[in-house]
């Protein structure tokens, strides 16, 4: 896994890089960026490359238009929040292919940018077999290929796999894909013990890979969110009308006698915030676990004594992988759980993993994302490096020249 080539061992000077980027950021009605995180997240390769005489194509996908132009999902104002960030001007192409895009790149000169326009406007991005020729056209724009996108690099689209075949001993890392390598391949190939892992969400269904993967890895595993009551119920638990899988609760049963077989701890909320409806007038109480959730009523949030546990489990590690929320926190009534986390996380010692939109907005919300290790800036794509230890965009890369010589 860390024998990839990387940005700084490819040939940069008067080189025209093409960089896959992840610029898929939010946007309002109006077409405003409202986070420019992921813009943010890629400006160390970005300059690497204009400081060391190179220019730079890059590319990036929007949103989901579906295989065809469409003006909402255009580039262009993540062109303007780049050239603001850079204090240089970025160049804004109106395709991703072509020959007005090849002429525009030739011309490009050390030190400019070009970033193209939203790959997925062509169907051949997600569907590289239905054009081959796609991924070629793309190819001709550059040099050399760098893969800086590690939010999409579990797709093995035409911009992160087919692409890449395309630069033999010259498609490598960025930066920030080197740090997501370093960090969750450490986790998961020689983590520093005791390693906890604190999952969250919604379903079970989303991270069943994930937790199966975990077992065979972590010393304690901590469960909570709208998950935790699937595995409730198949301890026999009343849930009341609390999301649950029905059709998973035979898997639930799997994994607790699986984490029991394998020598790990599992803990599961201990006491539960229980609400007659998820807004903050409703009617919201903390039960003991035990006593189960009365019909009418719906788990939330973990309570007081869970959150004890979990940070007592806590004090002891030495590396933490945390994803998804353990209670709905974007109600404030209900978000105690999933800020206490972050804060405990926050105090640690230990190195700090953190993946998921909601666990990163949570972070945010508490203000200690600089005391966190590392923030995976991919979710589906963090879950499934966990899950399998590698990904298509990862494995396409071109092996180190280190390696090569070693």
Not at 138 to 144: F, P, R, Y
Not at 292 to 299: Q, R
Request: net charge negative; hydrophobic share 40%; with cysteine.
């Amino acid at each position: 896994m860390n024998n990839k080539l990387t940005i700084s061992e490819l040939p940069i000077h008067e080189k025209k890089v093409l960089m896959r980027v992840d610029f898929n950021v939010p946007q309002d009605k109006e077409g405003m960026i409202t986070d420019d995180s992921r813009i943010k997240a890629s400006l160390p390769s970005i300059k690497y490359v204009l400081d060391n005489g190179g220019s730079l194509i890059l590319m990036s996908h929007l949103g989901r238009p579906k295989g065809e132009p469409n003006s909402e999902f255009s580039l262009k104002p993540v062109a303007e929040r780049l050239g603001e960030l850079l204090g240089c001007e970025v160049m804004m192409a109106s395709d991703c292919i072509g020959p007005e895009v090849e002429q525009t790149a030739r011309k490009l000169k050390p030190g400019q940018i070009l970033l193209l326009e939203n790959l997925r406007f062509h169907d051949a991005e997600e569907k590289p077999d239905s054009d081959p020729s796609f991924a070629k056209k793309l190819a001709s724009l550059g040099d050399v290929y760098v893969n800086d996108a590690f939010g999409t690099a579990h797709r093995a689209h035409s911009s992160t796999v087919s692409i890449a075949k395309l630069f033999p001993g010259a498609a490598a890392a960025g930066f920030l894909m080197e740090k997501e390598i370093k960090f969750l391949g450490a986790a998961l190939l020689a983590p520093k013990h005791p390693f906890i892992a604190i999952i969250g969400g919604a379903k079970i269904s989303s991270k069943l890979g994930v937790i199966k993967a975990l077992l065979e890895k972590v010393d304690t595993l901590l469960i909570g969110g709208g998950m935790a009551y699937t595995f409730l119920r198949a301890q026999g638990i009343e849930i009341g009308d609390s999301i649950v899988e029905d059709d998973l609760i035979g898997e639930a049963k799997e994994l607790l006698a699986l984490a029991s077989q394998k020598g790990v701890k599992l803990l599961l909320p201990e006491d539960i915030m229980i609400t007659d409806k998820i807004c903050e007038s409703g009617q919201s109480r903390i039960i003991p676990t035990p006593e189960g959730i009365p019909d009418g009523m719906m788990g939330v949030d973990i309570g007081p004594k869970t959150i004890k546990a979990f940070n007592k489990a806590l004090e002891t590690a030495q590396t933490v992988l945390w994803n998804g929320p353990v209670g709905v926190f974007e109600i404030p009534a209900f978000s105690q759980g999933t800020h206490a986390i972050a804060k405990t996380l926050a105090n640690l010692s230990a190195t700090t993993i953190v993946g998921g939109g909601d666990s990163i907005a949570a972070i945010q919300e508490v203000g200690v994302a600089d005391k966190i290790s590392h923030i995976s800036t991919g979710g589906g794509a963090s879950l499934e490096f966990i899950e399998y230890g590698t990904l298509p965009g990862i494995e396409a890369l071109s092996s180190s020249k280190q390696t090569a010589k070693a």
